[in-house]
């Protein structure tokens, strides 16, 4: 499903050039549930927005279900990205402006789907549809979490990024979201990578991927655990 091949990111402060991703080969398997962890500042962010399309590596690429990311025009990878992946941001990045119907139905919008229909039945899976009129100045953190995970599934995505999807919310809350996202997974097929610094969080998936000093460490989970 995900593979990498010499991967290399990294920045320039000033003079200095500071690598974060050095070198990562890495493959993932269609339905695999994964979290990559490690201390902060280790390019965890930088390695999933890599993943995603949403930053281009210096050096190496990405393929997903046989599909070289980098490879394409802008255009053509927006329209990947919209229809087989989605993005969860820890800050939830939701249009203040808008309802969390009208959050939710902006990629089905921008892929020509059915907005409305789909945005709602996306909202119903997270727990929400009682919500959908709603503002997000009016939800709680947790709820803003599932309206940004409904708008992550809206288009069915083969694939399902999130970024530190619990990080702002309380434990009942990230108890919950990781039930969502658990549930979604394993429900539909769909291949799921989280960056999460919480080690127990990550025991829930089938590996855990450790990133320190630019490459990456693999731990796997027995069945049970």
């Not at 059915?114 to 959908?132: F, I, P």
């Not at 990550?202 to 450790?210: E, F, I, P, S, Y």
Request: hydrophobic fraction near 40%; proline fraction near 4%; include cysteine.
């Amino acid at each position: 499903m995900i593979r990498t091949v010499d991967l290399h990111r990294g920045y320039r402060i000033g003079k200095k050039s500071i690598e974060v991703l050095h070198g990562i080969d890495l493959e993932i398997r269609r339905g695999e549930r994964v979290f990559l962890c490690g201390p902060s500042g280790a390019g965890k962010t930088t390695l999933l927005y890599t993943l995603a399309g949403l930053e281009r590596p210096e050096k190496g690429s990405v393929h997903i279900h046989g599909i070289d990311l980098y490879a394409m025009g802008r255009r053509q990878q927006s329209e990947f990205r919209n229809r087989e992946i989605g993005y969860i941001f820890q800050n939830y990045h939701l249009l203040p402006e808008l309802t969390a119907l009208e959050n939710v139905a902006v990629p089905g919008a921008i892929a020509g789907n059915n907005t409305s229909e789909a945005a709602l039945k996306a909202l119903r899976r997270v727990g929400l549809a009682d919500r959908a009129d709603h503002l997000p100045a009016e939800l709680s953190g947790g709820e803003q979490q599932r309206v940004a995970i409904a708008r992550a599934i809206v288009n069915e995505p083969k694939v399902l990024f999130a970024d530190e999807p619990t990080g702002n919310l309380d434990s009942r809350n990230s108890a919950e979201i990781m039930a969502i996202l658990m549930e979604l997974a394993s429900e539909h097929s769909v291949t799921l990578v989280v960056v999460t610094h919480d080690p127990s969080l990550a025991r829930a998936g089938d590996r855990t991927l450790v990133i320190r000093d630019g490459s990456i460490r693999e731990e796997r989970h027995p069945a049970g655990d």
